[in-house]
């Protein structure tokens, strides 16, 4: 029979084509197995080879090898398909470190030389001014150093090109109380003191360091090692700043000490400022002995597919830079961590895949390649105070840090990974990792070096932690040391590529359930 309706008729038609060919299409997306299979050890071997290559010097962040290396991770992210997510549109985050010492300090009260880091100590982060060369014959004891309403230690003094005398922290009552409004500890931090000394016009913050002790030891830990950090932009002035032992406070008091305990006492029995002048003569010299160098990390982006979920992000790290060259002896660095940058180069590519062929991922991905490690963490630590996308939008980091030899414990089985992490602050990457690993790996997982009380303290000792001890939950994945850690003989001819293949395919299965599950994984272990 005719019906009566041929145009419904065609259109159901064409609406029934169109379903089956969606239903093919989706039937013809790979699966994240298909995906995982692109990781091959041919070309982890070829990344590897490359990179632990003479050319590139042993990758020491500040070298032109690590330049050549950074150069190279580029040009491999540009042609995997990645985005360009650093500097002005390219796949390089420049980093400057910096390193600050003193090339001279001396202190003299009442014409009595004080010994640096014993009697007391200057912190060269905390000091605006390369040189300083000043000379007291008064100090101004003036309380806390705070200038808030309704308490001021600053009223009615003058204060401008003198030295000042404070206590460390805030008024409190005996019952330890603050007298201050916001009745916090943390509201005057010794930099918010020296800022508003440096606003005053203060030529020198002297200050009672009531836990000297400890101090003075991290002091000295931190200016014996000399070590570079991130040079952070300096965002306040700060006027030049002693830190005394209490021993060291009262010789610079002399006759003057008892006045001065009266009026600290009666701070604290009135929340009332008090302060007076202190005859004295006092020599500071303090010049510092500054180097900085620069270098880069290598950032490249999959997308996410999914407009409610885009904007959430994992972020996927390796470091790429070794310890250099020694004269002609050569770092080359293949297992640290020519490994781990190669396998983030392998899963980068399964992921662009995915992106390519439409099938995903939902979250977005960032493949983050840092320098800087072997000299503190630095590459990464540069990354969460500067980062590209929000901290509070990355919701995991994944590691991977020497994944390509076979430790002592496991020569009979090389097919296994030390997990660090994974758990300490959610207990769903965890399970994510687990599941994954029973589903398509079967590695054996070592947790040896998750344990809170390893000695090795590994945990501590990668880039994972700089994203950790900013609450995001981190996985770090490690194979162990061996007799050519840190040793010219760590080369790429070592490398067991059949092992690293099956542990990158176990870090993409984790973090393909990571960008593409419904809900992000959630903080929910306090340690």
Not at 68 to 87: C, F, S
Not at 512 to 526: H, Q, S
């Amino acid at each position: 029979m005719r019906t009566r309706f041929p145009h419904l008729v065609g259109f159901a038609l064409l609406l029934l084509a169109g379903l089956a060919a969606h239903a093919q299409m989706r039937e013809l997306l790979p699966t994240p197995s298909d995906l995982a299979a692109t990781i091959t050890t041919a070309e982890l071997e070829r990344y590897l080879y490359m990179l632990a290559s003479p050319e590139m010097e042993g990758r020491e962040t500040g070298t032109e090898g690590q330049r050549k290396a950074a150069t190279y991770l580029a040009e491999v992210m540009a042609n995997i398909g990645l985005t360009p997510v650093g500097d002005s549109g390219t796949y390089l985050q420049g980093i400057l470190l910096k390193s600050e010492g003193w090339q001279k300090t001396e202190l003299s009260i009442h014409d009595k030389k004080y010994r640096h880091l014993w009697d007391y100590y200057a912190l060269p982060a905390l000091q605006s001014k390369e040189r300083i060369e000043l000379m007291f014959n008064e100090v101004l004891f003036l309380g806390y150093g705070i200038e808030t309403q309704g308490y001021n230690d600053y009223q009615n003094a003058d204060v401008r090109g003198k030295a000042i005398l404070i206590y460390d922290g805030e008024p409190t009552d005996e019952a330890g109380n603050s007298y201050l409004e916001q009745h916090t500890a943390a509201s005057w931090s010794t930099e918010r003191k020296l800022a508003l000394a440096a606003a005053k016009g203060v030529a020198l913050v002297l200050i009672i360091d009531s836990r000297f002790k400890e101090n003075v030891a991290e002091a000295r830990r931190s200016l014996n090692g000399n070590r570079l950090k991130p040079a952070m932009a300096i965002t306040a002035n700060y006027a030049p700043a002693v830190f005394l032992s209490s021993e060291t406070a009262k010789a610079l008091l002399h006759k003057k000490l008892g006045k001065v305990i009266k009026q600290r006492d009666k701070i604290r029995k009135t929340g009332r400022p008090a302060g007076s002048i202190i005859p004295v003569s006092l020599a500071l010299t303090l010049h510092k002995d500054s180097r900085s160098l620069s270098g880069h990390n290598v950032l490249g982006l999959v997308e996410g597919i999914d407009p409610a979920l885009k904007d959430e992000v994992l972020v996927v790290s390796a470091h790429f830079d070794h310890l250099g060259r020694r004269g002609d002896a050569i770092y080359h660095g293949a297992d640290d961590n020519a490994s781990g940058t190669s396998t983030v180069l392998e899963i980068a590519q399964a992921f662009a895949e995915a992106k390519r062929t439409g099938a995903g991922p939902r979250r977005s991905v960032l493949f983050l390649l840092v320098s800087g490690e072997e000299k503190g963490l630095l590459g990464s630590q540069y990354y969460v105070n500067f980062p590209v996308f929000p901290l509070e939008h990355t919701i995991a980091n994944i590691n991977v840090d020497m994944v390509g030899r076979v430790d002592s414990k496991h020569s009979q089985n090389p097919n296994y990974i030390y997990v660090i992490g994974a758990d300490r602050l959610s207990t769903e990457l965890h399970q994510i990792n687990e599941t994954a690993n029973a589903i398509y790996t079967q590695l054996e997982l070592d947790y040896t070096y998750n344990a809170h009380n390893d000695p090795n303290r590994f945990y501590y000792r990668s880039d994972h932690y700089n994203f950790a001890e900013r609450g995001i939950p981190a996985i770090f994945y490690f194979s162990g040391t061996h007799e050519d850690y840190h040793r010219t003989t760590d080369t790429a001819d070592k490398i067991n590529y059949q092992k690293m293949a099956l542990i990158a395919r176990l870090i993409f299965h984790t973090a393909w359930e990571l960008t593409n599950r419904d809900k992000r994984i959630e903080v929910d272990v306090k340690e």
